[in-house]
């Protein structure tokens, strides 16, 4: 058991602190409460944006999202990219809420354009696209390669075709490499090809483009 004499020692060391403690709450305590304040505006304006104003927005935007994907699945692309008048189309869409609808709006907007002909739009829309859906992000990929192809940018085509094949293992890599062969050809570069060629063979076989592998791989050899 302590002594009289350490208790005080005690006693005393408690008053101390507490006493600075007291002193320093004192000095500082309209700035402790101000910081306290602060903190809670931040928070109620943040919930407020989201709940009042981003929420009703993003229903808003997929709303409109509605229609032009209906005009999409029905190959209706120029009125899906551009609107009906009465219905806004991706385009718009983008320009007046962004990604507010999902990021997918610019995979939308990109694949239209490429089939109407606006490869420039397609690609800067379609590299705007951003997604956790891997077989999404590598069809991606891989239709900003087809926008090069019809620009006769084929290198950089193939570099697109090629991240798309390398982005996740699966079936699909298969088709993508098919298009990076091609490619290769076209800029008189059978080994190059025959690299991909052999590879949708190796690894792919059970494809359908690893089952027709065969005739790509005998047409560069014929001409060896």
């Known amino acids: ?130 997604v956790g859906d891997e077989i999404l992000a590598a069809r991606a990929l891989c239709c900003i390669g087809d926008a090069y192809v019809a620009l006769e940018n084929y290198t950089t085509a193939i570099d697109y075709f090629l991240k798309a094949a390398n982005y996740r293992d699966n079936a699909y890599s298969a088709r993508y490499l098919l298009r990076a062969g091609l490619v290769y050809e076209t800029l008189n570069k059978p080994a190059e090809a025959m690299d991909v060629y052999q590879r949708i063979k190796n690894h792919y076989g059970q494809t359908t483009e690893g089952r027709e592998v065969d005739k790509y791989i005998g047409r560069i050899n014929s001409t060896l």
């Open 1 to 130: 058991m302590a002594s009289l004499d350490q208790q005080k020692d005690v006693g005393e060391k408690v008053g101390t602190v507490l006493s600075s403690t007291e002193q320093f709450l004192e000095k500082y305590k309209n700035y402790l409460i101000y910081g306290v304040v602060a903190i809670l505006l931040v928070t109620v304006m943040y919930f407020g944006y989201k709940q009042l104003y981003l929420q009703p927005l993003q229903e808003e935007a997929q709303g409109q999202m509605y229609v032009a994907e209906q005009y999409f699945r029905m190959d209706s692309l120029s009125l899906a990219l551009h609107g009906d008048g009465n219905n806004l189309g991706f385009l718009q869409i983008i320009e007046e809420y962004g990604n507010k609808a999902g990021d997918v709006v610019y995979f939308y907007a990109g694949l239209c354009q490429y089939h109407l002909g606006d490869y420039e739009g397609a690609i800067g829309n379609l590299r705007n696209f951003e």
